[in-house]
């Protein structure tokens, strides 16, 4: 139903600004007239680079964008980051936005809940987490947060089992590329 492009499989970190224009716009293209909806990941070490990102992914029909933390000049503390989103999410301010957590690739290890908790106020566009993260003890406190409301798809395909016995509705990996029909 859903593609999320340009994220990690997607290898975006090698791909240069004018494939990352490019690749949504072909995801675009693609989508255009079918029920297929396509999330951009926007993140990007310079917070005006991943804003320009979402205005094109917006142009292009995104339904939603997503952006993890800046990994060279990390976010210190839960409020650096929402700072961070903030700025981003702002962009496209009618386009829903998710933060993409993956403490194992940007070294930045906040805590979620907090984040989604303090993260209400600023973002009013932020409706989750893509949760690339191990801790399934932290995504049980991040779908309690807020009473349920966030959007928490899971990410890490190896444990996608045990976040479904802990209440996943959806995930985000690169096997479902190979095996959508058996996933879905």
Same mark, same amino acid.
């Given at each position: 139903? $859903?593609?999320?492009?340009?994220? $990690?499989?997607?290898? &975006?970190?090698?791909? +240069? ?16 007239? $079918? ?8 993140? +990007? ?25 800046? &990994? ?10 929402? =700072? ?8 496209? %301010? ?11 690739? $940007?070294?930045?290890?906040? %805590? ?15 409706? =989750?987490?893509? &949760?690339?993260? %191990? ?12 009473? =349920? +409301?966030?959007?928490? %798809?899971? @990410? ?10 802990? @209440? ?6 690169? =096997?479902?590329?190979?095996? @959508?029909?058996?996933?879905?």
């Amino acid at each position: 139903d $859903t593609v999320f492009i340009g994220g $990690t499989t997607g290898e &975006f970190s090698s791909l +240069s600004t004018e494939e990352r224009l490019a690749l949504a716009v072909r995801w675009g293209e693609v989508a255009a007239g $079918t029920p297929l909806r396509v999330v951009v990941h926007v993140g +990007s070490t310079r917070i005006e680079e991943a804003q320009a990102l979402a205005r094109h992914a917006a142009s292009q029909g995104a339904v939603a964008v997503s952006a993890l933390a800046p &990994f060279y000049v990390k976010p210190r503390s839960v409020e650096d980051l929402i =700072g961070v989103c903030a700025a981003i999410a702002s962009a496209t %301010p009618g386009l829903p936005f998710y933060f993409y957590d993956i403490p194992a690739l $940007t070294g930045v290890t906040l %805590p979620m809940p907090e984040f989604l908790t303090r993260a209400r106020d600023r973002i009013p566009n932020l409706v =989750g987490l893509k &949760f690339t993260n %191990p801790d399934l003890i932290a995504y049980q406190s991040c779908q309690r947060a807020g009473g =349920g +409301s966030w959007d928490l %798809p899971w @990410g890490i395909d190896e444990c996608f089992l045990a976040a479904l016995a802990d @209440g996943a509705r959806g995930a985000v990996g690169s =096997g479902y590329n190979f095996a @959508g029909p058996l996933y879905r």
